[in-house]
């Protein structure tokens, strides 16, 4: 047989998930013009573009822009698109070597980080991804009820971009949630919310804080909420202000402390809800006999560590306020894979520059398996980080190729795998359905005077596809 990523013999890759990630790679193995691929990008979901659509913020609609890109790839005649088919169970490991040259992982992470502390179980305490999952309209969270509408308090823990998301859809008037795709649940239980004060609480200083510029500011410009920053807490410490006055300081650090600063000089307008930020504060416990009912806070002093790292280590200061739901925004975290490596304290799969390794800290590669994305370097950096990421990942994958070291399949032909799903009765949804489901929820929009209303159950998505097949046979 002639050598792989020839015509006669296309290097076949699956890609495992289709957010930017999945795309990226994608992307990249199209690319190349010496060498001839054939990718097939698989989805647990019938819809694509992972966190782009279940992640990015509803009233954030330009970012999502982003997706024109993937429409290009996914176009592609080489690249296919199977969605609502989950690795680990509709398809296996085992499979994909029969038929590809090579898996690459890109299935971002889906769990959170916990914070540890006692009461952390108790009803009203959440992930914000959760929250974030429910009011993006993803079908894993349509079920949840954050009894919105006998929430007075909110804590949201963790002052990165995420928290600054739930923050701020938490704050929004109902006419500024109309003009997002936010999910028709999520924009109904907003509308009746009882949220008056939402605290947000960052355990280091407003020099610390992982929020950018532009996500901090908004909150600052809300129609229905005050911002509130107790001057106290906008006040750096004294390891803050050499940080501050350093050649080390970060611009976006100096411009965030700037902002705090003007906020906390800033009067309230008296506006429907408050956000009050909080720093150098860590909960401690969350109070209450069934549902959270108030958090217990303790003030954090901060101290450098031996590498020079300011960490916050807490005092003897303690505080309790009422709350009636809790949000801890303190990171995702993946989730291992059916036959992958997976190194449980980072929650990532360990790799070597987007090789899959055996085991977290060895060098020796598993042939054929790549990653990329939030599992490959943790849940950090903006969509566009992942396009290097995905880059360097499928830079070692055809490394491989020269080299020899990828899987040898037996099944190269491109009906295989829609051989193997209908086999097995997978629903799959092609590329085809999902411009049609995107179409119809663009046209839901329209009815409603809002930019897109969404599917939010696997089912809906289905039945909507058959609809509209039925409609339109032959199409
Ligand atoms: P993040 O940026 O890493 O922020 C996590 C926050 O949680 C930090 O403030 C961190 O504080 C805090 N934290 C961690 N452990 C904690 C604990 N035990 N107790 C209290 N606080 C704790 O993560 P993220 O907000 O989940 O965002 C993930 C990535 O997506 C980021 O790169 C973010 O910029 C990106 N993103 C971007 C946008 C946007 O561009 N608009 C929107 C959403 C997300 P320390 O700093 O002290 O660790």
């Known amino acids: 047989m002639s050598s792989v990523g020839t015509t006669s013999n296309p290097l076949r890759v699956a890609i495992i998930g289709s957010g930017p990630s999945g795309f990226y790679a994608a992307e990249a193995l199209?690319?190349?013009?010496?060498?001839?691929?054939?990718?097939?990008?698989?989805?647990?979901?019938?819809?694509?573009?992972?966190?782009?659509?279940?992640?990015?913020?509803?009233?954030?609609?330009?970012?999502?822009?982003?997706?024109?890109?993937?429409?290009?790839?996914?176009?592609?005649?080489?690249?296919?698109?199977?969605?609502?088919?989950?690795?680990?169970?509709?398809?296996?490991?085992?499979?994909?070597?029969?038929?590809?040259?090579?898996?690459?992982?890109?299935?971002?992470?889906?769990?959170?980080?916990?914070?540890?502390?006692?009461?952390?179980?108790?009803?009203?305490?959440?992930?914000?991804?959760?929250?974030?999952?429910?009011?993006?309209?993803?079908?894993?969270?349509?079920?949840?009820?954050?009894?919105?509408?006998?929430?007075?308090?909110?804590?949201?823990?963790?002052?990165?971009?995420?928290?600054?998301?739930?923050?701020?859809?938490?704050?929004?008037?109902?006419?500024?949630?109309?003009?997002?795709?936010?999910?028709?649940?999520?924009?109904?239980?907003?509308?009746?919310?009882?949220?008056?004060?939402?605290?947000v609480l960052g355990r280091r200083g407003p020099a610390q804080a992982a929020f950018t510029n532009p996500e901090i500011k908004e909150l600052g410009e809300m129609e229905e909420a005050d911002i509130v920053v107790p001057m106290a807490d906008a006040t750096l410490d004294a390891l803050s202000e050499a940080y501050m006055e350093s050649d080390k300081a970060d611009k976006k650090d100096i411009r965030n402390v700037e902002i705090l600063k003007e906020y906390a000089n800033r009067e309230p307008e008296g506006k429907p809800k408050q956000i009050i930020m909080r720093f150098l504060v860590s909960p401690t416990e969350l109070i209450g006999t069934d549902h959270v009912e108030a958090v217990k806070i303790v003030k954090n002093e901060?101290?450098?560590?031996?590498?020079?790292?300011?960490?916050?280590?807490?005092?003897?200061?303690?505080?309790?306020?009422?709350?009636?739901?809790?949000?801890?925004?303190?990171?995702?975290?993946?989730?291992?894979?059916?036959?992958?490596?997976?190194?449980?304290?980072?929650?990532?799969?360990?790799?070597?520059?987007?090789?899959?390794?055996?085991?977290?800290?060895?060098?020796?590669?598993?042939?054929?398996?790549?990653?990329?994305?939030?599992?490959?370097?943790?849940?950090?950096?903006?969509?566009?980080?992942?396009?290097?990421?995905?880059?360097?990942?499928?830079?070692?994958?055809?490394?491989?190729?020269?080299?020899?070291t990828l899987w040898s399949p037996s099944q190269t032909d491109r009906a295989a795998m829609v051989n193997l799903l209908k086999e097995r009765n997978v629903r799959y949804v092609t590329w085809q359905d999902w411009l049609r489901l995107d179409q119809l929820e663009l046209e839901r929009g329209k009815v409603a005077g809002r930019p897109r209303v969404k599917f939010t159950t696997i089912k809906a998505m289905l039945d909507a596809l058959d609809e509209a097949k039925n409609a339109a046979p032959g199409d």
């Open 30 to 199: 199209t690319k190349k013009a010496a060498i001839e691929a054939e990718v097939d990008i698989f989805d647990r979901l019938p819809t694509p573009y992972g966190l782009v659509r279940g992640g990015v913020a509803p009233d954030h609609l330009k970012i999502k822009s982003v997706t024109r890109v993937y429409e290009r790839i996914a176009a592609l005649d080489n690249v296919r698109f199977f969605g609502n088919v989950e690795f680990g169970k509709d398809i296996l490991l085992a499979d994909l070597q029969q038929q590809y040259h090579a898996v690459l992982f890109a299935v971002g992470s889906a769990s959170d980080k916990k914070l540890g502390i006692p009461g952390e179980d108790l009803k009203g305490s959440f992930a914000a991804t959760e929250f974030v999952g429910w009011y993006n309209g993803h079908p894993d969270y349509r079920h949840y009820d954050f009894e919105l509408d006998k929430v007075e308090s909110v804590a949201v823990v963790g002052v990165g971009n995420v928290a600054m998301d739930v923050t701020r859809i938490l704050a929004r008037s109902q006419a500024e949630l109309m003009e997002t795709d936010i999910a028709d649940d999520a924009l109904e239980a907003l509308a009746n919310s009882g949220v008056k004060k939402i605290y």
């Open 302 to 404: 901060l101290y450098q560590d031996d590498r020079g790292n300011l960490r916050p280590r807490a005092t003897d200061q303690e505080e309790t306020f009422p709350v009636d739901l809790v949000f801890r925004s303190v990171g995702y975290r993946g989730v291992p894979l059916a036959d992958v490596p997976f190194y449980d304290k980072w929650g990532t799969i360990p790799n070597v520059d987007g090789r899959i390794v055996k085991e977290f800290g060895s060098e020796e590669a598993v042939p054929g398996m790549y990653v990329a994305g939030w599992i490959k370097r943790g849940p950090s950096g903006i969509i566009g980080t992942n396009r290097p990421d995905a880059v360097e990942s499928v830079n070692a994958l055809l490394a491989d190729v020269d080299s020899g």
